[in-house]
């Protein structure tokens, strides 16, 4: 019969007997120098405390439940042990979680693509429509504060507002001929923002905002027109608020995926509100709607594509790996679009009135 | 009890005369220790974080299993499933919170509403990182065994969070000479709630005699970028040591802080380099694929084209960065700091071991879920 020695401790308090430990036909028992067995434990129940770590002690627990453990030293034990033990042969005792972890890992990945694809776009289209559009002027006030931040950051302080008397007078014209009767219910209000980005953008509510570099650039009225009749599209069809709420959720979502919720959601919330882009669907969607106004109101959408023919000439295309990534759908294609009903319409305003419009900023 | 034992006769212990004083052993070896940081770091990748749980539950049992005293290994028997519900549950509860800022700009209230929102939240989380310690320690102590008994921690992690954001803003307007009175009481608190068995640790420590010491460091905090911290820490390691007791036996340590020094340094440089490395790669990487040749030549208006791009990237490089500073904290760090502690702590006295029983009262069910998901538990 093989003996071996060990340390057992009963699991109620706190103390340590040395042992002999024998290996018996059913059983392991536990002998105390006096030759009394503390302790019979069945070889079925028999288990290690941890995997066996190579130079360490063996340590062995008799089921999940009881707290008593025994220690033995010698190596020799396990040789002896694996035959009438199985459960305690080398290798059985591999680390197990990686299978499940990679799993978790696969459903986490399914989970967010899930999110990111169809939920978060379709809770925000549908939070968006319920609510009110002082909401929404609430939130385009906040998103305007973060875009005069960041200009101010880039360079030169917080843009100014540009508001010669006679070009506002002409603006607000086009506004209005522009509104007349598309019974949104917004009160829409441009502001003219003195800086050299060639670009304009429409906030939650009904706020847009054109940068002087723009008019400098556009070569006609309808240029113009046809760029706010796009931008009234996003604000119409509510792309703004979709695309803050997307981007707010996104952001609390990954601060709670990724352990940091304390810098990253003020930080995200800031990203959100100053990152608007809408994607491609939306831009098409607000092409549609302007081309649809420009007609109502009888303005002429030739201008719009010459203006994309323009870009096309002087900054190319996309390269098609950045098509797929790209926010905007491709000039070429919005060109066209836009071509296709060139001929109808009028002028957007007089002559006087665009040369006023042109020297808004400095009048 | 719920098992059975065949143990007709009750065990005592045979007491030598007079017992050599004796500290904890460190036998965890360095190679395997980070060869089990790395594994976890790269298992991360591809689970999504998930295979940390798992990961730190084979740490944790590599360390305790390689940390013994008086002969007897200690015993981590937590589980990797214990961790993932906790971090489940935490999310659900993290949530709301995280939603307050976000409520409140969506309702279009005015804007110093919003910052005061802002402020509410940062507030909350200040508070509920401090519960989530004390809560990871609990979990942590009810899944620690040596001998067969557990450890524990009695206490309330709601008022170990109020203690510390009360003497957290004490240490604030005190510009940060209080901060030796924050530590000690949290130190008290901690210790005085810590069992083994059914022994209660006692604590006698006083912030008066830490003061002189924390206010020379606080002085040299500047001229030294900080590491005076680090020589104060080690102070007051050996003095909240010498005034820990739990039954009969009493704490010493020798520890110095030239090596946690050195070993600061060393890792502050290498995460510097490592950020370098990062940093530069990405770059590189960028412009091996004419990303950023195509950045710097597109036209103004489409800036917004490129965001999510950016954002894609700037992300990964995130979430890399993470990944590797945890690990190189564990390695260069956590490892070598713990095995000094150890080496330098001396346990005096003779304890009836036979004396501590078990005890039923501290059995948390969950893991340590807020600690996980606001990332303040360590190893």
């Known amino acids: ?363 | 009890m719920p098992f059975e034992t065949h143990s007709p006769v009750p065990i005592t212990e045979p007491r030598p005369p007079t017992p050599p004083p004796a500290g904890p052993l460190f036998e965890a070896d360095f190679g395997r220790f980070s060869a089990i940081v790395v594994t976890n770091g790269l298992l991360s990748l591809p689970t999504l974080g998930f295979y940390r749980f798992w990961g730190k539950t084979r740490l944790r049992r590599y360390l305790w299993s390689h940390i013994s005293f008086l002969g007897t290994p200690l015993e981590y028997s937590g589980q990797a499933k214990e961790l993932l519900l906790g971090f489940l549950l935490a999310l659900g509860f993290l949530l709301p919170i995280v939603l307050i800022p976000v409520a409140v700009g969506v309702s279009g209230l005015p804007r110093n509403v919003g910052i005061a929102a802002d402020v509410l939240q940062a507030v909350i989380f200040l508070y509920l990182i401090q519960v989530a310690i004390f809560r990871a320690r609990r979990y942590r102590l009810s899944r620690t065994q040596w001998r067969g008994i557990r450890a524990g921690q009695s206490g309330s992690s709601w008022d170990y969070g109020i203690k510390a954001m009360a003497w957290g803003f004490f240490a604030l307007i005190t510009l940060g000479l209080g901060y030796a009175v924050l530590r000690t009481r949290l130190q008290a608190y901690r210790t005085q709630n810590t069992w083994f068995g059914d022994r209660c640790f006692e604590f006698e420590g006083r912030a008066g005699e830490l003061f002189w010491t924390w206010f020379l460091a606080w002085l040299l905090l500047l001229p030294t970028f900080g590491l005076s911290h680090v020589w104060y820490r080690v102070r007051e390691f050996r003095y909240f040591a010498s005034k820990t007791r739990v039954g009969s036996l009493t704490f010493r340590s020798g520890l110095k802080s030239g090596t946690p020094i050195l070993l600061t340094l060393f890792f502050w440089l290498v995460i510097g380099f490592i950020g370098a490395i990062i940093y530069n790669v990405a770059i590189a990487t960028l412009g091996q694929f004419g990303v950023t040749e195509w950045l710097n030549q597109a036209d103004p208006t489409q800036i917004e084209e490129a965001t999510p791009i950016i954002t894609a990237i700037n992300f990964l490089i995130f979430f890399l960065f993470v990944l590797v500073y945890g690990m190189t904290r564990l390695i260069l760090l956590v490892f070598p700091i713990l095995k000094a502690l150890c080496r330098s702590l001396v346990v005096e006295g003779q304890e009836d071991w036979a004396a501590i029983a078990q005890s039923e009262q501290f059995r948390p069910g969950r893991g340590e879920g807020l600690a996980d998901s606001l990332d303040v538990g360590d190893f």
């Open chain 1, 1 to 363: 019969m093989a003996r071996f020695a060990g340390s057992y401790s009963d699991g109620r308090t706190a103390a340590q007997l040395p042992v002999q430990v024998e290996l018996m036909v059913s059983d392991l028992a536990c002998r105390d120098a006096d030759g009394r067995a503390v302790a019979h434990w069945p070889y079925e129940t028999l288990a290690y405390v941890e995997a066996p770590y190579p130079g360490r002690p063996l340590r062995l627990r008799n089921g999940q439940e009881d707290p008593a453990r025994l220690t033995v030293s010698d190596p020799d034990i396990l040789a002896e042990l694996a035959p009438r033990a199985p459960q305690l042969a080398p290798g059985k005792h591999r680390q197990a979680g990686l299978g499940k972890a990679l799993l978790l890992g696969l459903a986490g990945i399914a989970m967010v693509l899930v999110i990111l694809l169809y939920a978060l776009p379709w809770g925000a289209s549908q939070a968006a429509r319920v609510i009110p559009i002082s909401w929404e002027r609430a939130l385009g006030e906040r998103a305007l504060d973060q875009v005069d931040e960041i200009l101010a950051m880039v360079g030169g302080g917080r843009p100014a507002r540009c508001d010669g008397a006679e070009g506002r007078a002409a603006l607000d014209a086009l506004v209005a001929r522009l509104a007349e009767g598309d019974g949104s219910g917004y009160d829409y209000e441009v502001l003219v923002l003195d800086h050299g980005i060639v670009n304009a953008f429409a906030l939650p509510g009904g706020q847009m905002v054109i940068f002087r570099g723009l008019l400098d650039q556009a070569r006609s009225p309808e240029v113009v027109a046809g760029i706010l009749a796009h931008e009234m599209g996003h604000v119409t069809a509510r792309h703004g608020t979709q695309a803050l709420l997307r981007n707010i959720s996104l952001a609390v979502l990954f601060d709670v995926l990724f352990e940091d919720p304390t810098g990253g959601s003020l930080s995200g919330l800031g990203l959100a509100l100053s990152n608007l882009s809408y994607g491609r669907d939306a831009e098409r969607e607000a092409d549609q709607l302007a081309l649809e106004r420009l007609m109502a109101v009888d303005i002429k959408a030739s201008g719009l594509a010459e203006f994309f023919a323009k870009l096309k000439e002087d900054h190319g295309e996309t390269e098609p790996a950045f098509q797929l990534l790209s926010t905007h759908p491709s000039h070429g294609a919005r060109q066209a679009f836009f071509e296709a009903a060139q001929g109808r319409g009028g002028p957007a305003m007089t002559d006087a009135d665009w040369r006023a419009l042109k020297k808004i900023c400095n009048y």
